[in-house]
């Protein structure tokens, strides 16, 4: 079992940036960010995998959100700049036992508790 912690989430104004971090107890493999807006579906952002591929990006944040992975720290971070009101939501961590990336919630085995993100106009 692997426990995820997020943390770095706050209130910015858009065209701002946060750095997202997710700590986990153990090592961990393929991991991602996914977010939640209120009233709608989690959704993928972002994956890096452990296959060495580079990561993916949801085209929503490619170019302005980039993640990024220290093993040595069992630490996954999320660089989100040029933020807009649309990226307002519950940022999720997620892990899976598995080398390539996915993009459904049901392919992840691991997830935090969320941190919240919040873009004003």
């Known amino acids: 079992q692997v426990h995820l912690v997020e943390s770095g989430g706050g209130l910015v104004q858009a065209g701002g940036s946060l750095r997202l971090s997710c700590a986990a107890s153990?090592?961990?493999?393929?991991v991602a960010w996914f977010r939640q807006a209120p009233g709608k579906e989690r959704e993928f952002v972002t994956a890096?995998?452990?296959?060495?591929?580079?990561?993916y990006y949801a085209d929503s944040v490619k170019g302005r959100f980039t993640i990024s992975r220290d093993d040595d720290k069992f630490t996954v971070y999320l660089q989100m700049n040029s933020l807009k009101p649309e990226d307002t939501g519950v940022y999720y961590c997620?892990?899976?036992?598995?080398?390539?990336?996915?993009?459904?919630?049901?392919?992840?085995?691991?997830w935090g508790q969320g941190t919240q993100v919040t873009v004003s106009s």
């Open positions: 997620a892990a899976r036992n598995a080398i390539w990336v996915a993009v459904d919630v049901s392919d992840y085995d691991y």
């Open positions: 153990g090592r961990i493999f393929t």
């Open positions: 890096f995998p452990w296959s060495g591929d580079d990561p």
